[in-house]
T-cell receptor, first 109, second 116 residues
Framework: KNEVEQSPQNLTAQEGEFITINCSYS?????LHWLQQHPGGGIVSLFM???GKKKHGRLIATINIQEKHSSLHITASHPRDSAVYIC???????????FGTGTRLTIIP | NAGVMQNPRHLVRRRGQEARLRCSPM?????VYWYRQLPEEGLKFMVY????????ESGMPKERFSAEFPKEGPSILRIQQVVRGDSAAYFC??????????????FGSGTRLTVV
């Protein structure tokens, strides 16, 4: 069982819809990352969170440390948002990221 | 300021050959992390290096794989006698200090290795 669980695995939505991707993890962490990967492309870091909420343009990331849960929201989704979104966590004393399996998002025009 | 540079972007090797993947970290970054993404699977940690030191290689397969980060030049991930199961995307990330995942990470564009 992966320590980092993402849902849904696949998500298809119409352009303009509000998107939510969820990430749950099993033990206490020091930081959580949301990453974006386009098909055949590199990995782009969207957010790094240790508490609360961050916003960048149409993207919002939240984290609830007590519930060991984070969400990535996309407002007014656009076809260019189509990508795989990956949640990754960092545990103190363990100098590496542990990744979820990703959510494949497709936005239809 | 160039980002993390990986080359080649695509690499094709026949079974039994050697593959060398290079990662040049961002300027001023002295910590490098290698990750592997197998087809239809998530990313998995392989190795964490500082200049001239391997700090954590707990994710490296025991045989055929090695990594180095010399004082001068890029970090190299070397796979000897490649097999079809080594086909994957290999990503590196760099950070200016330890605890990169906490203080800031930059990923490269990856090297896609295909073993035929």
């Amino acid at each position: 069982k992966n320590e980092v669980e993402q849902s849904p695995q696949n998500l298809t939505a119409q352009e303009g819809e509000f998107i939510t991707i969820n990430c749950s993890y099993s033990v206490g962490i020091s930081a959580l990352h949301w990453l974006q990967q386009h098909p055949g492309g590199g990995i782009v870091s969207l957010f790094m969170l240790s508490s609360g909420k961050k916003k960048h343009g149409r993207l919002i990331a939240t984290i609830n440390i007590q519930e060991k849960h984070s969400s990535l929201h996309i407002t007014a989704s656009h076809p260019r948002d189509s990508a795989v979104y990956i949640c990754a966590v960092y545990y103190f004393g363990n100098e590496k990221l542990t990744f979820g399996t990703g959510t494949r998002l497709t936005i239809i025009p | 300021n160039a980002g993390v540079m990986q080359n080649p972007r695509h690499l094709v090797r026949r079974r039994g050959q050697e593959a060398r993947l290079r990662c040049s970290p961002m300027k001023g970054h002295s910590h490098v992390y290698w990750y592997r993404q197998l087809p239809e699977e998530g990313l998995k940690f392989m190795v964490y290096l500082q200049k001239e030191n391997i700090i954590d290689e707990s994710g490296m397969p025991k045989e055929r794989f090695s990594a180095e980060f010399p004082k001068e030049g890029p970090s190299i991930l070397r796979i000897q006698q490649v097999v079809r199961g080594d086909s994957a995307a290999y990503f590196c990330a760099s950070s200016p200090s330890g605890k990169g995942p906490l203080y800031g990470y930059t990923f490269g564009s990856g090297t896609r290795l295909t073993v035929v």
